[in-house]
């Protein structure tokens, strides 16, 4: 049959570490889950000849990943992710671009007395730091000592926020499949996905992200909503606004929907006060904001 | 055949619920999921002879579950519970005891410009808060103001902890099925779930839930761990010294073993620094730890 | 503190192991999540003085699933569990009883040309059978050839059925609580766990599962059902009635309820057609059904 | 700030469907997931300006589902996407374009004695067949018979399969951070997902996916697999020579990893026989096979 083989990646997914930094008068605690991406010409013939010459083994990209991580201080997921990437095109000359894809799993200190804990840590939650790095063999992007061209993205998942006012929702089409009222006072609560790309890779990596993830909050918590995309917007604007180093931002916001109950069967009023929470469906809100 | 009826129940499960509380200069959140159990005399005749009379359907109770949430003040999910399992055995003569459960998911206010937004939310993460009201016709529990007994558990479920030292795990069985070698230093790093029961349903639940939380906490972080084992017993003990008014407690905590990656084959030695997390197979340690 | 240490357990969950029988004309694929209890009088001391003489380390457990796995046929899970949970109370003299819990993860061979392929296999789908033995120093039970007392139990987990017609619901309280409408032609549809004990350990297994579990599913199929509780009763009932062997079963029908959808704000009318998938709130029925 | 909106869409996901198809002799049961998304000009002031104008809400996209879907005959989830899809470009004027993701769940008839139950159902498992239909005002897409270009896409997700042999593994890179071995007889494991498109969306989409379906599962059970890649590719292949109507296709095939057990520790002899079964980490291998 006269088939060709179209664009292909592979690599390793869901390589999980734990890494404790013994500083002096106390431990640091860094949990990660690595992916890793390779492309080259190489690669091909796997998958059409099932020859597999030139083939780093996902396995011994999973080794790398720790071998690595014991001598890299992984100050931030960003660093790591570029180090492994970087790695990977010097190491193998047939490797023509590599992409490592870090979720940071966020640990703080237990308090006891007031005081946080040297070396004991309470999972901070289900919200994940995310940081990208790809270095490539050529292209336009800034380049790093090395010489290799690099590009970075951040972000972050999973950050449910919800606020109890300043939401409404309006002046949309009204038709024989509409039943929902307009509402000027509604609850909005969503699961923040967040990603932004950075004009290069020399930065403070964790200042930038802390900036980047207030930015959306303080905007998320102030924000006279109107609909959940202009809150999306101007949560991304804000982003742009604050930190010249972010070229470009994408925001999804899925509504978890608080539906109010309906009271009027058993004689009383809803006052926005008790609701139905939700999981499906949920409205799907994205976009991307970019600098003009 | 010649079969009977054994043990049985019914109710509602999963019913979630979100109250806005509007208070002059900001808003509470609550957001609970409830389960309900009812048990009597009557409904076994659903089963044996598909005879619904007197069977409250699941569908009222949900619909009580939020009609009683509009007027009740939710302070704590153990007063909403109690009060939920007594209405439905002073409202229907023939439930002869009501359960119900109640996981409440925590929120945090966002902070802005370093203070609390009066309206705004993010998640506080996985952790779980339980709290259980159970209310009989009639029993040896102690009696509430309506002159029913009650018991009263709480709980919590999902805290996700870890201790990079102070955790030695040695002097077991070695024999032709051991492979694990003996460690005076390990990472210890476990999932608690704790139940508890009070001893009388007159408290403050908010402040002793705090203080089992807190002294959960700073047992773990403090420990000398020889076992997870000894872990677990001091942390339910420590619990029961802290607060006369609970009267047992039992805690689950399933070890998450963070494995030493082997550096052997490529000439470098584990430091207690690198480690792969993972998430089965799990230790499986539970206990209940009782007053004498 | 005068406390103690109350019911108490530890073990090993989440071992999951893959065995390929190489049979000369094909391969036969065995794949179960092992789960392990071990009870003891020494293992207290690990709770009550971190004192780990005499513990069997968990890993060690994991380690005897598959080294054991290795020479047993594994031709059920049943088998496997009571030989594992015998094979703790013979090896080690401390261990006064051992439990053992699998689930089986079903595949089915791939058809290739109207034929079962003899080493490819695809999954067969969520459904897990459950088998467990516990096997005691002493006690009631009957006796293995071994001398030592033990019980068995099986059952089946996550058996998503739905019969779109034959159930009614009626003759439920009616109050100031209700909205449910009744209906004497309903979607039932249930997620069924169902778990049974066995009257001896000396049975073909696997017949006595697909005879439990055909029993079950015909049940349901045919029943005529006034009440998701007499449907689980009736398939108890049937099950008792089926197989001799059986000694009790105790069943989980939580109600996935399919709710109509409300076509009246488009003047359509709702005729037992479509219908909205919900997950939750679900009702929850259980019951124990037993020999009389 | 200089911010400009870029790629979005909104839509809503996660509407769940039940139908129930009441012939003469039997049911018919169809359960369906249903996203939906929209695009059109005016859509971008809800972003920039909070201004709905034009905005469909996504609560009446929902009620649109149940309202077609009692019409419609749902033949197959492909048909009714492209009916779905239709109805919001030729309803709606400022509506550039539409895309309807459906994910059909399988119901398989309950067996009693030996025949298909006409009313009654089992899940058959957690594979999911999915259709795609795009439906523009413009473009270069095959017209419908309305006059408005479509595009279709089909696939499947979570076919969940295994091969005890005929999967090799050799000839990849040997360095400094490789320590997997070698194999010329390994398990492969994989959860397929995998998507194509249509030349046209005037076919029998039940037959075209059943041919898909088959030729995978055909292809991964005979092949000699020399890589993973290889059998996906070839997997591929045979899909676009089994149909002539299939345009491309998208494989997804991350490597589950069936892992020898060690048992050197207990003088026995791996023998294929005794794996540990493993998710994470995993191999991810995709790729896309076109036409030439």
């Known amino acids: 049959v006269p088939s060709k083989l179209g664009p292909h990646s592979y690599g390793k997914s869901r390589i999980r570490l734990t890494k404790v930094k013994r500083l002096p008068d106390r431990h640091e605690l860094v949990e990660l889950t690595v992916n890793i991406t ?3 010409a190489p690669f091909r013939r796997s998958y059409t000849h099932g020859d597999n010459t030139g083939l780093i083994a996902t396995d011994s990209m999973r080794n790398t990943v ?9 100050d931030s997921p960003d660093a790591f992710a570029l180090h492994l990437a970087e790695h990977f095109v010097i190491t193998y000359p047939h490797v023509q671009s590599a992409h490592v894809g870090i979720e940071q799993h966020g640990w703080r200190r237990i ?3 007031g005081a946080p804990h040297p070396t004991a840590f309470a999972s901070a939650g289900n919200e994940v730091r995310r940081a990208g790095a790809s270095v490539s063999r050529d292209g336009h992007f ?3 000592p090395s010489g290799f061209p690099a590009s970075l993205t951040a972000g972050l998942d999973n950050l449910l926020v919800l606020k109890t006012t300043d939401s409404a929702f309006t002046g949309f089409v009204r038709d ?4 929902l009222p307009e509402t000027t006072d509604r609850i909005l609560a969503t699961n923040v996905a967040a990603g932004w790309t950075y004009n290069h890779p020399r930065l ?13 909050l303080t905007t998320f918590a102030n924000h006279k909503s109107l ?3 202009q809150t999306l917007y101007d949560m991304g604007d804000a982003v742009l606004a604050a930190d010249p180093d972010v070229f470009d931002i994408h925001i999804r916001m899925p509504n978890k929907h608080r539906v109010p109950f309906n009271f009027e069967p058993f004689n009383k ?8 929470t939700t999981d499906e469906p949920s409205g799907e809100i994205s976009a991307s904001i970019q600098r003009e």
Do not use: S
Request: charged residues 25%.
């Open 204 to 216: 403070d990596f964790n200042a930038a992200f802390d900036r980047a993830r207030a930015t959306l």
């Open 176 to 179: 024989e499949y509409t039943t």
């Open 227 to 229: 609909a959940v995309q």
């Open 38 to 40: 390779l492309h080259g």
């Open 66 to 74: 720790y071998v690595l991580a014991k001598d890299h201080p992984i």
């Open 269 to 276: 009023e809803f006052a926005n006060d008790v609701y139905i």
């Open 111 to 113: 308090e006891v007395g």
């Open 142 to 144: 800034p380049r790093l």
